[in-house]
Structures are given as structure tokens and as C-alpha cells.
């Protein structure tokens, strides 16, 4: 019987899917296990799914690994690196022509977020403004959640909304060096970025809890040497967009894990009641 692999695939074109199938073939072939791949539109069906123990293996961004973690639902075998390094950030984009230039300047703006269960793309930005003096829950005009990072990108481009929130890399200088706008076609230029926080501790790869060691060992010993084969570093960068997979280790989670239980206590990761209003009028 196949190993089910369980992953976000919202808006994923038919080529994604197709290198995401050709990537578990390799894996299993490294692995000598059958990957079969389960595409889910958003994390909360992707989280559901490993809940349920419906899969067997599954890619989660970090909020969805720790309420999983916490539920002892899940083992985590690697985690995703890039340049070296683990970490990833929030970024707040507008319009390049936005008059908004401040925190300040985003009260009684829309928001566009990916998601309740996506870090970059909402659970920190909404910490993060509130540190700095905004409520988003009762100062921001609409919210509305997109899906996807690309899609919240495209929502500030298309005058849709006001800022939103995403994820960066930074390189060693600070400066972003890849995000989901820098992928969509004349996004670049349309969009500043506004305000960065962080960092965030990368997406990890794991297993539903009562899969069997040998094979969980098998599996996280795949995914490591699939960056050291011609084909396998091509897919990983293309299908995870990281260089190289590492054994998986807690640096990052407990800062993430804490500043969660605080803002749940204090009602931060509840959107506001117009949620749904998309009307306002564009600020800039």
C-alpha cells in the first residue's frame, strides 16, 4: 500500500502537480516505499487531513506543524533550507504609487491575508501590528483571506486591497531575496515592501506520529540525499523552492510557539467582523 503524501496545493497549475508527482517518485525510488500524492486546497483541510490520519507524510507550514505537534499527531524528519539557512520572514506590501508609508498609515486600509494557519501570511503580521501600535481587529477597513501567497500579492496589484502580508527571504544584507511577488509577471515593480518581521522557522516535512520508524527513517533519509542527485536538487528547488532538506531540530519553534499562545489569549488571530467587506475604496 502507498505512502499518502498530503500537501497545500491551492492554484497549483497541472505542471506544478506533475514535477510534485515526479519528485515522490524519486523519493520512493531513494526510499524503496510507493508516494502517492494528496493535492488539499488550503492548510485548515491540509491540517484536517493529517488530524484524521488520512496521510501518511505531509508538507506543513509551521503553524499547522505546531497545532498538530501540540495534538501529538505528527513527526517532524526534515526541515527545508535554503542558502543555508532555515528562517524565513513576513513582509507587509503595497502598491509601489501607495501613499502609505507607515504602520500608522494602514489604519482604515484592506487587508489581504493568505490564511488563519499561515505564519508569514497572517499570524505574525497580525502580532506584529499590534506590537507596533495597530489593532488589526478593530483599525483596518476589511480583511479578507486569498488562499494563497500569490494570490494576496495579485490582490494588492489588482487594487483589490491595500497591503497584505507574505513571506521573504533575506539575504545577508537584509534585503529580500525571493518572495512571492518576485514569481508573478510585473508584480516586481508594483509592489513595495512596507515593513519586514520575523523570523519565522521554515516549513517542515513529517509524518503522522504512528508511522513505523524504519520507515519514517527511510523517508527522511530520502529527502535528504534527493538534493544531492541532478534530478532530485532540480525538483526539490522547483516543487519546495529550497536548496537542500536537513534533519529537522526546534531552533526557532519555541519563540513561534509562545508568541501564539499570547496573541490566541488576547483574540489577535481572530479576524474582525468585516472580514467579507471587499467595498471600501482603494487607498492609493
Not at 31 to 50: F, G, K, N, Q, S
Not at 77 to 97: M, N
Amino acid at each position: 500500500m502507498p505512502l499518502v503524501f498530503a500537501y497545500c496545493a491551492h492554484a497549483s497549475s497541472t505542471a506544478t502537480k506533475k514535477r510534485m508527482k515526479d519528485m515522490l517518485a524519486l523519493l520512493g525510488k531513494f526510499a524503496c516505499v510507493e508516494l502517492e500524492p494528496r493535492p488539499l486546497d488550503t492548510y485548515p483541510e491540509l491540517l484536517a487531513c493529517m488530524d484524521k490520519g488520512e496521510a501518511d507524510v505531509a508538507w506543513l507550514p509551521p503553524i499547522s506543524f505546531i497545532l498538530l505537534e501540540r495534538r501529538k499527531k505528527v513527526t517532524p524528519l526534515v526541515s527545508h533550507h535554503r542558502g543555508g539557512r532555515a528562517e524565513f520572514h513576513s513582509v507587509l506590501l503595497v502598491r509601489t504609487a501607495s501613499k502609505i508609508h507607515t504602520i500608522a498609515g494602514l489604519k482604515g486600509a484592506r487587508a489581504a491575508w493568505v490564511d488563519k494557519h499561515s505564519a508569514a501570511g497572517y499570524v505574525l503580521a497580525r502580532i506584529q501590528l499590534a506590537a507596533l501600535g495597530l489593532d488589526p481587529r478593530t483599525e483596518l477597513a476589511s480583511e479578507r483571506f486569498y488562499g494563497s501567497h500569490d494570490a494576496v500579492v495579485r490582490a494588492v496589484v489588482g487594487e483589490k486591497a491595500d497591503f497584505c502580508a507574505t513571506y521573504a527571504r533575506l539575504d545577508r544584507a537584509g534585503a529580500p531575496a525571493r518572495g512571492a511577488w518576485m514569481d508573478l509577471p510585473g508584480a516586481e515593480a508594483a509592489v513595495r515592501v512596507l515593513a519586514t518581521f520575523g523570523t519565522i522557522p521554515s516549513d517542515v516535512i513529517a509524518t503522522r506520529a504512528d508511522l513505523d520508524p524504519e520507515t519514517r527513517s527511510m523517508v527522511r533519509q530520502a529527502l535528504i540525499d534527493a538534493a544531492f542527485d541532478v534530478k532530485g536538487a532540480m525538483l526539490v528547488h522547483d516543487v519546495f523552492g529550497v536548496d537542500e532538506f536537513r534533519p529537522w531540530t526546534d531552533s526557532g519553534y519555541t519563540t513561534l510557539r509562545r508568541a501564539m499562545i499570547r496573541a490566541a489569549a488576547e483574540g489577535l488571530l481572530e479576524p474582525g467582523p468585516i472580514s467579507a467587506d471587499t467595498r471600501t475604496k482603494p487607498r492609493g
